[in-house]
């Protein structure tokens, strides 16, 4: 079992930056494959980045590529979002997610924060 809790949302003008972070507590956190998430009103949750549980492999969503970059630390237990060149259609309530594989299917995960909110403004 593993409790996960997202932080760094806000508000932040078109082209700015933003960094995610997400605690894990509980079971061993190398263990899980981790990804982030997001999701905007009246939309399906898409999956934005995904890391593998050691960090030796990861894949972000086509719309994200090159702005967002998905790490993490081990030792620390936690796992981060970069955003940069920030759009307006990021706006969104961004999750972090951990599980057994190294997907970007969102039913595949067992483990889901709470979320926090991420608005960016034209």
């Known amino acids: 079992q593993v409790q996960l809790v997202e932080s760094g949302g806000g508000l932040v003008q078109a082209g700015g930056s933003l960094r995610l972070s997400c605690a894990a507590s509980?079971?061993?956190?190398?263990?899980?494959?981790m990804g982030w998430f997001r999701q905007a009103p009246g939309k399906e949750r898409e999956c934005v980045a995904v890391i593998s549980s050691t960090g030796g492999s990861t894949s972000v969503a086509h719309s994200v590529k090159g702005r967002f970059t998905i790490s993490r630390d081990n030792a620390k237990s936690t796992v981060y979002l970069q955003m940069n060149s920030l759009k307006p259609e990021d706006t969104a309530i961004y999750y972090c997610a951990a599980g057994g594989s190294f997907t970007v299917v969102t039913r595949s995960y067992d483990y889901w924060g709470q979320g926090t909110q991420v608005s960016v403004s034209s």
């Open positions: 509980g079971r061993t956190f190398s263990g899980y494959h």
